[in-house]
């Protein structure tokens, strides 16, 4: 997975590869490193960090279109955009036809937000899975109506099945 991140107003090129017990990581920008991470949330909004031999916690809160991130006394403010979106972060997300929403990886299906034939905005829930003891939100990639949705709550999913079909 390739991001655009930027920290305090500088940008990065952020490339992430999961591994079996984490993910390698390069960063390039001003400077440029990499290496092997391992991150853990440890309850809402609060990460554990294994950067390398170097570890820390992590505390994020969403402050509009920012993520406003801690790590122990020192804040920063942070923005992340997959370099495959060239929409540009200041426009909503648009497509013509219907779009899947996918599960990431295989789960339970949670809750389902929307119903059947529900008009939902770009970002808006659609439905939470759980995977790996952590709940995932599947948002809404665009605007537009709830045509299908082929999950019931209770159910489980498999890694790339179709969830919710926007158009």
């Given amino acids: 997975m390739k991001l655009r991140v930027t920290v ?3 940008e990065y090129a952020l490339e992430l590869r999961p591994e079996a017990n984490g993910s390698q990581y390069r960063l390039e920008g001003a400077t440029s490193l990499a290496g092997s991470t391992s991150i853990f ?8 960090v294994l950067l390398g031999t170097r570890s820390f916690t992590v505390r994020i809160a969403s402050n509009g279109s920012e993520l406003e991130v801690w790590s122990g006394s020192r804040r920063h ?17 648009s497509g013509a ?9 295989p789960g339970k299906v949670m809750r389902v937000l929307v119903e059947l034939g529900a008009s939902v905005q770009a ?6 899975v759980e995977a790996m003891k952590m709940q995932n939100e599947m948002k809404s990639p ?7 949705i082929n999950v019931k709550e209770g159910g489980t999913v498999g890694a790339g099945e179709t969830l919710i079909v926007v158009e």
Avoid at 41 to 48: D, K
Avoid at 97 to 105: D, I, K, L, T
Avoid at 142 to 148: E, F, H, L, S
């Fill in 77 to 93: 403010w942070v923005s992340v955009a997959d370099t495959r979106d060239r929409s540009g972060a200041e426009r909503k997300p």
């Fill in 8 to 10: 305090d107003g500088e």
């Fill in 41 to 48: 949330e440890v309850m809402p909004g609060v990460f554990s």
């Fill in 123 to 128: 970002g808006q829930g659609l439905v939470i």
């Fill in 142 to 148: 665009k605007d537009g109506v709830v045509r299908r």
């Fill in 97 to 105: 036809g219907p779009v899947q929403v996918r599960a990431q990886m």
